[in-house]
């Protein structure tokens, strides 16, 4: 053969392994809050199903036989943002364990942790860190004084993929602390920790970073930007739904998929999540250069609806745990004559959150005998609006009044102890203003709903002065009354473990509220014992909660406590209600 000709054939082979070697592909699946949607569900447009980890194990299965099957397709990573915890009565009944196994039958190739991992506490997280048989990653928390945890999570962990390192950093967000109880951990800035880790990465030679975490979309883009090193950031937490083009169900995008971040210096650093409940899986192809730089990418998320096929395997696990599952389903435990409203507990009185509370009532007045002939030694009760999950439609066919132990358990689903607690009146009306404190910055879980009190809100006002009045029932009387609340008088009342630990914010019940007693109860078994009680309850708004000028009710919403308030809308609402606030204050400042 002609030497030239060999020369060049073996020239142009060189070039194309070399452009081989420098162009590294890889392709991406991930999805994050998957809450416990173990099982497809109906929650798409005509009420399809979709989701269920089987459509997630199936595409997962697929894109890994194709790129195992060296068919010229990518390796494949597979990602998860965490928040599996929590959600539908199979985590409610099977908690860390159906998680746990789950997850291991999906094969996650890292994930990290979710705020919602923490729900039950540090004990209900520790054995699932420990059967996990995945990495999983979290840069930003101090373990240090929680060995089991220290020892299963890892701040990054470095995975092989053909050869090339791909470094991936966990992280979560801080906001943790105040939504779930953490034990001795604690939560740090994320761009920091990724920082450094970064710093370690890049020491042992990895120049391929993926940062991996459940803050929210809006820190996701802060570390895809303020991180220089970081080339490619994977989120949850605000189940932001990235899409190009027309949407395929009713989400609406927030942005194209994916997002798309430019540093200082010029590099673009793609940004992603995929919704949640399992519904969609994030799916997107990157190119590495030789020296870790990402020079293209491109994708789209897969719809799970029925045109994906369910995997057996994750079927067959399914039906592992339906049996004590399907006990809750089918164990009545009382009737409603209304719709357990559900949806807006954290706007305003919801009447869900009413038979709620009135379960705490009930129960702490019917274990403890009350002073002298007095009806209850605690009056009063409050909880998070974010402790109701759903609302339950039971009222008519096919339940026709009855709910279940599935019913409670999948609205109610954190299983929050009971405390009676000692409060001054000043401490209570604080603890009212931190719960309306939200202009949006938080996820308005904070709102409480009550027992035993009435008060009224005005959105207008600043965060910290929106209680217009407040009336608390009494307890030691014969028969129960509303009067105002006194700053130092002393107020009995029953709360859960979650706004004593200063969930949601709560630092007021926190670090002010007396501990009386820890029940042996905690909230969804309070509302179940409660209707197994009383058989048949008819659950109402009654006015124990009225709000003005709040931006996210319609004026229709926005109801009035004297219908006079409706008829003089026409003549100037806003003077009549100014009038009124000036009179409530007024009396309020007299007392
Ligand atoms: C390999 O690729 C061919 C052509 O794209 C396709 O028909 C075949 O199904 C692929 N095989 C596997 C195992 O994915
Ligand atoms: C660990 O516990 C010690 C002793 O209780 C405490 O002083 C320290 O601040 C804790 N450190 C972390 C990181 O939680
Ligand atoms: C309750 O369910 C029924 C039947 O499934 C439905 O027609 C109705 O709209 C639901 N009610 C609410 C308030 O969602
Ligand atoms: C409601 O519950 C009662 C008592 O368990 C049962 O007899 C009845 O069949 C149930 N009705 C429906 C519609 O499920
Ligand atoms: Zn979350």
């Known amino acids: ?79 998860n943002a965490g ?47 420990t ?25 990054h962990v470095v995975l092989n ?64 930007e303020e991180v220089k090193d970081v080339d490619l950031v994977i989120g949850g937490h605000t189940n932001s739904f990235l899409w190009n083009g027309p949407p395929p169900d009713k989400e609406k995008p927030e942005d194209t998929y994916p997002s798309r971040v430019v540093q200082k210096n010029g590099k673009i650093v793609p940004v992603v999540q995929a919704y949640a409940y399992t519904k969609y899986m994030g799916k997107l192809d990157v190119v590495f250069d030789k020296e870790g730089t990402l020079v293209r990418f491109q994708g789209q998320p897969i719809l799970l609806d029925e045109k994906i096929a369910q995997d057996g395997e994750m079927l067959a696990l399914l039906e592992e745990f339906r049996p004590a ?24 009185e919801c009447n869900f959150g009413n038979v709620l509370v009135d379960s705490f009532v009930d129960y702490v007045t019917t274990m403890y005998k009350a002073e002298g002939s007095y009806w209850t030694s605690a009056p009063i009760a409050i909880v998070n609006g974010g402790a109701i999950r759903m609302s339950i439609n039971a009222s008519i066919p096919p339940a026709n009044g009855n709910i279940t132990a599935g019913d409670i358990l999948g609205a109610v689903p954190f299983r929050q102890q009971l405390v009676t607690v000692d409060m001054l009146g000043k401490d209570l009306l604080a603890t009212l203003e931190l719960g309306a404190r939200s202009d949006g910055e938080t996820s308005r879980g904070e709102f409480l709903q009550v027992s035993g009190l009435k008060v009224v809100y005005d959105f207008s006002r600043p965060p910290g002065g929106r209680v217009v009045s407040a009336k608390a029932r009494c307890g030691r009387c014969y028969v129960p009354t509303y ?64 709000v003005y000028n709040h931006p996210l009710l319609p004026p229709e919403e926005e ?15 806003n003077v009549i209600l100014t009038l009124l606030l000036i009179m409530y204050q007024t009396i309020n400042i007299s007392k």
Not at 108 to 128: A, K, Q
Not at 328 to 333: A, G, H, L, P, S
Request: proline share 3%; aromatic share 8%; glycine share 8%.
């Open 83 to 129: 928040d599996t915890y929590t959600g539908t009565i199979w985590f409610s009944v099977h908690r860390w364990k159906i998680a746990a196994r789950f997850l291991n039958a999906l094969k996650p190739d890292v994930t990290c942790l979710g705020n919602h991992e923490f729900d039950d506490g540090i004990s209900g997280l520790d054995p699932f860190v």
């Open 483 to 546: 009067s105002p609340v006194a700053p130092d008088v002393s107020y009995r009342l029953v709360t859960t473990g979650f706004l004593l630990n200063g969930g949601d914010g709560h630092t007021v019940v926190r670090d002010r509220a007396i501990k009386v007693n820890l029940e042996d109860q905690d909230d969804s078994e309070a509302l179940r014992r409660y209707f197994q009680f009383y058989r048949v309850l008819t659950p109402q708004e009654e006015e124990r909660i009225v």
């Open 325 to 348: 599952v399907d006990k809750y389903n089918k164990q009545v435990v009382g009737r409603t004559r209304t719709y357990l409203n559900g949806e807006t507990c954290r706007l305003r």
């Open 161 to 224: 993929v053909e050869g090339r390192k791909v470094g991936i950093i966990g992280y979560l967000t801080p906001e943790t602390e105040l939504m779930a109880t953490i034990g001795n951990i604690r939560i740090q800035d994320e761009v920091t920790a990724i920082r450094r880790e970064c710093e370690r990465l890049k020491k042992e030679g990895v120049n391929i970073i993926i940062a991996l975490g459940h803050s929210g979309f809006k820190t996701d883009r802060r570390i895809a």
């Open 559 to 573: 109801y009035a406590p004297a219908s006079a308030i409706r008829i003089e809308r026409s003549v100037g609402l």
């Open 1 to 79: 053969m002609n030497s030239v000709l060999t020369t060049y054939v073996i020239g142009l082979l060189s070039v194309m392994v070399m452009s081989a070697e420098e162009e590294f592909k890889m392709t991406i699946l991930h999805n994050n809050d998957m809450h416990a949607r173990f099982e497809q569900t109906t929650e798409s447009k005509h009420g399809r199903y979709v989701g269920g980890f089987g459509r997630v194990a199936t595409i997962v299965k697929q894109a890994r036989a194709e790129a195992a099957s060296r068919n010229g397709s990518a390796p494949v990573l597979y990602l």
């Open 131 to 155: 059967a996990a048989d995945f990495p999983i990653v979290a840069a930003n928390i101090d373990f240090r004084n929680e060995t089991v945890l220290a020892a299963n999570v890892k701040p």
